[in-house]
């Protein structure tokens, strides 16, 4: 079962009894990030792209402890790779959707592509570079709600620049630069034989007030390189992910949230989509087609509207537009 644990630690390597504590999350993604990249029909690098903004995704909708919060992640990139899917300067990147109760869905912007260079990578082990295929120019938009629940306005918004074109340490970059909270990220996804999602997880740790970016620093290198892709090798749990990045030090379990794969896409969400269209649009769309498909960009679950479900739906935006 996919689940996020949250923790208290002392800053490690420090005898000082009152050294500041840190934040600390680690995360199994495994099951939803298996079923997203079916829906999607993705693999290989494809699926660890995904896979870590997913697991990143879980790791960072934790800042109120909220089920009502909600982080959304836009992330354009552009790459100089030809043959990498998409015509020249079509962005690429990903969205990602999660909500304080453990629940997430998300997309690629485009595939990847066919190239040589991504044939050799999916072949080699340990932690594979997206950089070539994401690309390390771009910006990524990151949007917090905070408590849907309210009926105030609680939204928080920022925007950085790509720094590495790796989903993880782009977004670790957005943590310390626009929220300005020192903090390490790192996710992976490990594949099978086949190119399928055969382990995903990831870790954040944050100091909290009163400390700095050196509290870090001998997590920061335990968890360098494949460091999180080698302990992958093996089934973990959360708990022992941290043990990992603490180099064995204690830390107090605070809370655990389970995680799932979850799309609220629908008929009616779907019927919404095509009205933004206008009246005269979707009766033009009802004549020139028996059936119309919608598509979920998230889950990639298809909707089927009718002829008649269109022009019903037109006569009803001109009664609500009249």
């Not at 199994?28 to 029909?41: A, I, K």
């Not at 790192?186 to 400390?211: E, K, S, Y």
């Not at 064995?248 to 933004?276: H, K, Q, W, Y």
Request: charged residues 25%; contains cysteine; glycine residues 10%.
């Amino acid at each position: 079962m996919d689940v996020l644990l949250r923790a208290i630690a002392a800053a490690p390597d420090t005898a000082a009894p009152a050294a500041p504590a840190m934040r600390m999350l680690a995360a199994v993604t495994t099951d939803l990030v298996q079923e997203s990249c079916r829906r999607h029909g993705l693999h290989g690098l494809e699926a660890i792209a995904l896979g870590r903004a997913l697991t990143a995704g879980c790791l960072l909708t934790t800042l109120t402890k909220s089920p009502n919060e909600r982080l959304r992640v836009d992330a354009r990139s552009f790459t100089d790779l030809r043959g990498s899917g998409g015509s020249d300067g079509e962005p690429g990147g990903f969205l990602i959707d999660a909500h304080g109760d453990g629940t997430v869905r998300g997309c690629l912007r485009r595939g990847f592509g066919d190239t040589p260079l991504r044939s050799t990578l999916e072949r080699a082990s340990g932690r594979l570079p997206l950089s070539p295929f994401l690309g390390r120019r771009g910006a990524l938009t990151v949007t917090r709600d905070f408590d849907m629940s309210a009926g105030t306005d609680s939204r928080y918004q920022g925007t950085v620049e790509f720094v590495a074109g790796e989903v993880d340490l782009d977004l670790e970059h957005y943590l310390n630069a626009s929220e300005q909270v020192p903090s390490l990220l790192r996710c992976d996804v490990l594949l099978d034989g086949n190119g399928g999602v055969l382990r995903a997880a990831g870790i954040l740790c944050q100091t909290l007030p009163g400390g700095d970016h050196e509290a870090l620093a001998p997590l920061r290198e335990r968890l360098a390189g494949e460091a999180l892709a080698t302990l992958l090798l093996l089934p973990r749990e959360p708990a022992e992910l941290l043990r990992f990045a603490l180099g064995g030090a204690t830390f107090e379990p605070v809370a655990e949230t389970p995680l799932a794969f979850r799309c609220n896409c629908g008929p009616s969400v779907a019927r919404d989509i095509v009205a933004m269209l206008g009246a005269d649009d979707v009766d033009a769309l009802a004549g020139e087609r028996d059936v119309t498909e919608v598509r979920c960009a998230y889950c990639g679950e298809r909707y089927n509207l009718t002829a008649a479900d269109l022009r019903e739906l037109a006569t009803e935006l001109r009664l609500h537009r009249s």
